[in-house]
């Protein structure tokens, strides 16, 4: 057995036990760690695959991402094609909060690479990644919703039309938003 799938199998036997609270304590004690440099960004990787939660495996992503760019140029662009990876063969259990890290990058490249990706998700990761993008966001996220938006507009399939209308209104969201800073 894989080092990593005996670390999955200990996440996994402590998760029901373990509440949200404590789990959100845990990662902030291991990404202290992790910044720190007492523990490796790969330490991370078991929390982004087996936790189910939406902010746990969000911030585990970033804090796997930032951890990794902060390093050589050969060690982010791996991180970043593991995270994809781990998006693609649905490899973490919430596909939708590592897409949603990946996508809050910035990056163009790995923009492009998630936009191969967008059909793959089901209307509920689709959820998960709207109620986790940022308030704020940057205009390459917007420009990204967009586009996705664009893509499955008027679709015949029940799941890519709620897809759609899930998009759709986070883009009414930010539309809001941005007519009330305006506005005062």
């Known amino acids: 057995m894989s080092p990593m799938t005996s670390a999955l199998i200990s996440y996994w036997q402590r998760l029901p036990a373990e509440s949200t609270a404590i789990r959100r304590c845990n990662l902030a004690a291991l990404r202290e760690d992790v910044r720190e440099g007492r523990r490796p960004p790969e330490a ?14 969000h911030a585990a ?8 760019a ?13 995270a994809v990876e781990w998006v693609r063969r649905g490899l973490a259990l919430n596909r939708g909060a590592v897409f949603t890290a990946l996508l809050g990058t910035g990056d163009a490249v790995v923009h492009e690479r998630l936009a191969a990706l967008r059909l793959s998700l089901s209307a509920d990761e689709v959820a998960v990644v709207c109620r986790q993008l940022p308030l704020a966001p940057a205009k390459s996220i917007v420009q990204f919703l967009h586009e996705w938006a664009e893509l499955i507009e008027g679709a015949d399939d029940p799941a890519l ?12 969201r930010y539309a809001q938003a941005i007519a009330q800073l305006v506005a005062a």
């Open 44 to 57: 991370l990787v078991t929390v982004i695959l087996g936790d189910i939660d939406d902010e746990i495996v």
């Open 61 to 68: 992503t970033r804090a796997y991402l930032e951890a990794c």
């Open 70 to 82: 902060s390093s050589q140029v050969a060690h982010r662009a791996a991180a970043v094609d593991a």
């Open 161 to 172: 039309s709620h897809q759609h209308d899930l998009v759709a209104g986070q883009l009414d």
